[in-house]
């Protein structure tokens, strides 16, 4: 096991019963990276009412929060140099904080000043929560707030140079952790053992900033995105299935819906997976320019799929052929996801104006908004019939 360098401080800690539900936010943008919930399960007309709590957290970040449970979780960093790392554990019901564990940055935590330390998304199996920083602290804590392991990569791998700050979120699957640190200089993917923490394998990746997170394909393949396209990853051994190599975005990620990967690539370019066999090399179904999305990520569900661009544009793709449908200005701008059920979209700017837009064949309205008068820079979360959004500082919990 690599040196580590790690200063625990247990602040609180409470410890009920933990009733995993089906409708849970386990990875960044959810199942596939989709950011697609069951059809009728948010609130469409929105008040100040509908906030249910607002929580003041430990520090700041923009890392997308995890719902599992009864539980919610996110992490922050503070200090002059933000090397002081929290994973924090809420009541998803109250918004009570639970527990705050943290320990301190081994790696650099020099960032861009509208990004932070904390940027990473962390991911659950249902029974642990593996969290990263862009100081390539990893670590992962039970649901009780029990340490379970931790890793400063850099140690091993001190040759990281990305200015900006890294990005890039956790995935869990057959029991291994896929790490993306993706970068200008010594640029590589980690499979990490779950259990313990250690290498399974170790992938050299194409040099170049990148801030674009996994997607599973099926349980054991991921995707990974780079500047020079996609690689499905077998998550036992790191070894390759397919590749894509048109090239994709490094800032918007990939979504998979349905068997088919939607990937920011000459706009967005459909891959549709062998449905007998993911592993097998995809066929491209279609490619089209006028879906390019900015900084958020595309969003799929129904028969649709949406993209917002760098000026607010909200665009409705057809699935099936890619043409698109409509186009609609929003408030912007934009650097999280939004969410959608197929009817309507979420979309939270970041001056933080949530606003609920109805989606027809024809066109899109807005039919709701709801300020919440803070910075949102994150990616939404939905689970259990509520939508939470962090915040530099705080968590809002909307809905239920």
Excluded at 31 to 53: H, I
Excluded at 103 to 112: K, L, Y
Excluded at 267 to 272: P, Q, R, V
Aim: hydrophobic share 40%.
């Amino acid at each position: 096991m690599p040196r580590l360098k790690a200063l625990l401080i247990a602040i609180a800690l409470v410890a009920p019963s933990l009733r995993v539900r089906a409708d849970e936010w386990l990875e960044f943008r959810g199942v596939g990276g989709a950011s697609r919930v069951k059809e009728g399960s948010l609130p469409v007309e929105l008040s100040a009412a509908d906030v249910r709590w607002s929580v003041d957290l430990p520090g700041r970040g923009l890392s997308g929060v995890l719902v599992v449970g009864d539980r919610a979780f996110v992490t922050t960093s503070e200090g002059p140099t933000q090397d002081r790392l929290h994973l924090v554990c809420l009541s998803a019901s109250t918004g009570k904080i639970l527990w705050d564990r943290q320990v301190w940055a081994t790696g650099r935590t020099m960032c861009h000043p509208k990004t932070s330390v904390a940027a990473p998304t962390p991911c659950s199996d249902g029974k642990h929560v593996y969290a990263i920083f862009s100081s390539n602290d990893l670590v992962c804590f039970d649901f009780d707030g029990n340490l379970q392991w931790l890793r400063g990569i850099t140690y091993d791998y001190p040759n990281v140079s990305n200015s900006l700050g890294m990005s890039s979120s956790l995935l869990v699957t057959a029991e291994t952790v896929i790490v993306p640190v993706e970068n200008d200089s010594e640029s590589y993917s980690l499979g990490i053992d779950a259990a313990t923490g250690e290498n399974r394998w170790r992938l050299d990746r194409p040099k170049g900033a990148n801030w674009t997170s996994p997607v599973i394909l099926k349980p054991g393949l991921v995707a990974l995105q780079s500047k020079k396209g996609i690689d499905a990853i077998r998550a036992a051994d790191g070894s390759t299935a397919w590749s894509y190599a048109d090239g994709a975005d490094t800032v918007s990620s990939s979504a998979l819906a349905d068997g088919v990967l939607y990937v920011p690539s000459n706009g967005i370019t459909a891959l549709t997976l062998d449905p007998a066999d993911p592993e097998k090399q995809p066929t491209q179904a279609w490619r089209e320019n006028t879906l390019s999305p900015a900084t958020a990520s595309c969003v799929v569900a129904g028969d649709a799929l949406y993209t917002i661009n760098g000026a607010g544009v909200l665009t409705a793709g057809d699935r099936a052929t890619g043409k698109r449908r409509w186009q609609l200005r929003l408030q912007g701008p934009y650097s999280g996801t939004p969410v959608t059920d197929g009817k309507h979209l979420w979309a939270v700017n970041e001056a933080g104006l949530v606003q609920v837009v109805e989606l027809g064949e024809k066109e899109g309205k807005v039919v709701a908004t709801l300020d919440l008068g803070d910075e949102i820079l994150c990616s939404p979360a939905a689970a259990d019939g509520a939508l939470y959004v962090r915040s530099n500082t705080k968590l809002h919990k909307i809905g239920r």
